[in-house]
Nanobody, 123 residues
């Protein structure tokens, strides 16, 4: 089993920045890919960014390219999402997720999920 715990959410003004963290524990050796998803009010859960746990390949949704950066610290079993130039439409609950196989942008294919952290961007 893998446990994921997100933190770092909060309220920020449009144009501001926020950094989310996700700490993995348990059988982390089974993780191949880790991703961030988000779900806003009335929206379906959508892909934000992903990274392979043991290399540096990254993937981003078009809506966040150039603004968000996904990174990791394997020694700390921690995933990060640096969010810059935040917009009100970025408001959502952000979740980290992990897979035992390769990257996918489809949330339904992920094996492990955190509890989510709320990000609210005011105008």
């Amino acid at each position: 089993q893998v446990q994921l715990v997100e933190s770092g959410g909060g309220l920020v003004q449009a144009g501001g920045s926020l950094r989310l963290s996700c700490v993995a524990s348990g059988r982390t050796y089974s993780i191949y890919a880790v991703a961030w998803f988000r779900q806003g009010p009335g929206d379906e859960r959508q892909f934000v960014a992903a990274i392979n746990w043991n290399d540096v390949r990254t993937y981003y949704a078009d809506s966040v390219k150039g603004r968000f950066t996904i990174s990791k610290d394997n020694a700390k079993n921690t995933l990060y999402l640096q969010m810059n130039s935040l917009k009100p439409e970025d408001t959502a609950v952000y979740y980290c997720a992990a897979r035992n196989t390769y990257y996918s942008a489809d949330w339904s294919l992920y094996d492990y999920w955190g509890q989510g952290t709320q990000v609210t961007v005011s105008s």
